[in-house]
């Protein structure tokens, strides 16, 4: 019997897998999985992976799959990650691009980092990420590009961060989300430039100030 005859029940929102009929050609036993969400194993790289991609979800899931290492959320309505949760389970990879983030509180940043191997929240539409990143010493392998970052002089640290931060693995790719500056320069860039003519415009005050 092929894998399209398994048998399924569920019980408490969560979907169970008869394993009687599973072909001798998977290595491992599935796991139970959300509804609607798919559940796998690599074996390429041994990671258990809850699949929740494109579901029209608000929020991360309340509970997961015992033994998931990776979470994928694309293609979801997050909007906003004020408070997360991890402690429940050991999530060390998190797949959060393209789910209309716009706003990451300093909780829920501290918490997807504690204790993760990847981050990756490229395509949302997040503006400012939390100051204390520039102090952190975090070793998540991050991925921030394709958001609209505001580049003012409230994000200068970020700069710093970003040219010194070798987690950061698409620093090169982040770019100005401001109308005026849009796809023209690399975040860097552009803060280096704005910070140079600043110190010109402070230089140029202070040398008029003693004019009088």
Not at 13 to 21: D, E, F, G, I, S
Not at 76 to 88: A, F, G, M, R
Not at 129 to 158: G, Q, R, V
């Amino acid at each position: 019997m092929n894998i399209e005859q398994a048998n399924c029940y569920e019980s408490c929102a969560v979907r169970k897998l008869h394993t009687a009929y599973i072909p001798s050609v998977i290595s491992v036993v599935p796991v139970p999985c959300l509804d609607n969400c798919f559940c796998s194993f690599s074996e390429d790289d041994e990671t258990n992976t809850l699949n929740c991609s494109h579901n029209n979800m608000t929020q991360l899931p309340s509970e997961v799959v015992p033994g998931t290492e990776l979470l994928i959320m694309t293609g979801n309505d997050i909007n906003k990650l004020e408070s997360v949760d991890t402690s429940p389970v050991k999530i060390i990879k998190f797949d959060l691009q393209e789910s209309n983030i716009h706003h990451i509180g300093d909780k829920a940043m501290k918490n997807l980092l504690s204790g993760t191997d990847s981050l990756k929240l490229s395509k949302n539409r997040i503006k400012q990420l939390p100051s204390f990143l520039s102090i952190a010493k975090y070793k998540t392998k991050l991925w921030l590009s394709d958001n609209p970052y505001e580049c003012n002089c409230d994000m200068l640290w970020m700069k710093d961060w970003l040219l010194n931060a070798s987690n950061v693995m698409d620093a090169e790719n982040i770019t100005c989300g401001s109308e005026h500056w849009k796809g023209t320069y690399s975040w860097t860039q552009l803060i280096k430039t704005l910070q140079q003519d600043f110190h010109k415009f402070v230089k140029s005050i202070s040398f008029q100030e003693l004019q009088f």
